[in-house]
T-cell receptor, first 110, second 113 residues
Framework: KAGVTQTPRYLIKTRGQQVTLSCSPI?????VSWYQQTPGQGLQFLFE???????NKGNFPGRFSGRQFSNSRSEMNVSTLELGDSALYLC?????????FGPGTRLLVL | QKEVEQDPGPLSVPEGAIVSLNCTYS??????FMWYRQYSRKGPELLMY????GNKEDGRFTAQVDKSSKYISLFIRDSQPSDSATYLC?????????????FGKGTHLIIQP
C-alpha cells in the first residue's frame, strides 16, 4: 500500500503571501489530520477532516484553513503568511486505530 | 501544566545499551498511548501503541504504561546507531481511538557506535 504523500516538499514564501499544501492519504483512509511542527512548540494539531467535513480543530488562528475532497485528498491553506508560520507541516492519514504521517512540507517564510 | 511532558534530551548512550524514554501526562481520562520515531527531515513513524496499563513488547521495543502515575515509557534493548532519532509520545486529544493527537516535545536520542 502506498503511504501518505504530500506536495510540495519544500516551499519558500514571503510575508503576506498565501500558500496551499496538498496531502493524499493512504488508499481507503477517509480521515486526514494536519499538524504543524516547529522547534519551539513541537508537533501541534491543526485540524482533522473526515468525509469532506472538518471534525476537529486545534488552537490556531483563522488564517489556517483546510478542505477535503470526495477522494479524501486534502489541502490546507495559510493566508497572510507570517514569519512564525515557518514550519514543517505534516499530514496524517487515519487508520482504524492510529495515524500514519507523510514526509511533510517544509515551509520557509521570509 | 502541559498535557504531555517529555524531556527533550539529547540522550546519548553507547551502542548495545538499554534506552529508557519517558513521558508524563496530566489527564487521567487518557486511555490510549502511542510512540512515534522521527528521523531528521522525515515525518513521524508509528512505533507502538497501547490501550492498557502494563507492558507491550515488539521486537527490541517495549512500551509501558502506568496509569496510576500517569507515566508512559518506551524501552529499547540492544540499541543500534540506526535508533538515533527523535522519539515522540502521543495521546489522542479526547482520550479515545485515533483522534487528533497531543504530542510530547520529543526526546532526541543518540546511539554512539
Amino acid at each position: 500500500k502506498a503511504g501518505v504523500t504530500q506536495t510540495p516538499r519544500y516551499l519558500i514564501k514571503t510575508r503576506g503571501q498565501q500558500v496551499t499544501l496538498s496531502c493524499s492519504p493512504i488508499s481507503g483512509h477517509r480521515s486526514v489530520s494536519w499538524y504543524q511542527q516547529t522547534p519551539g512548540q513541537g508537533l501541534q494539531f491543526l485540524f482533522e477532516y473526515f468525509s469532506e467535513t472538518q471534525r476537529n480543530k486545534g488552537n490556531f488562528p483563522g488564517r489556517f484553513s483546510g478542505r477535503q475532497f470526495s477522494n479524501s485528498r486534502s489541502e490546507m491553506n495559510v493566508s497572510t503568511l507570517e514569519l512564525g508560520d515557518s514550519a514543517l507541516y505534516l499530514c496524517a492519514s487515519k487508520g482504524l486505530e492510529t495515524q500514519y504521517f507523510g514526509p511533510g512540507t517544509r515551509l520557509l517564510v521570509l | 501544566q502541559k498535557e504531555v511532558e517529555q524531556d527533550p534530551g539529547p540522550l546519548s548512550v553507547p551502542e548495545g545499551a538499554i534506552v529508557s524514554l519517558n513521558c508524563t501526562y496530566s489527564n487521567s481520562a487518557f486511555q490510549y498511548f502511542m510512540w512515534y520515531r522521527q528521523y531528521s527531515r522525515k515525518g513521524p513513524e508509528l512505533l507502538m501503541y497501547t490501550y492498557s496499563s502494563g507492558n507491550k513488547e515488539d521486537g527490541r521495543f517495549t512500551a509501558q504504561v502506568d496509569k496510576s502515575s500517569k507515566y508512559i515509557s518506551l524501552f529499547i534493548r540492544d540499541s543500534q546507531p540506526s535508533d538515533s532519532a527523535t522519539y515522540l509520545c502521543a495521546i489522542p486529544r479526547t482520550g479515545g481511538g485515533a483522534d487528533g493527537l497531543t504530542f510530547g516535545k520529543g526526546t532526541h536520542l543518540i546511539i554512539q557506535p
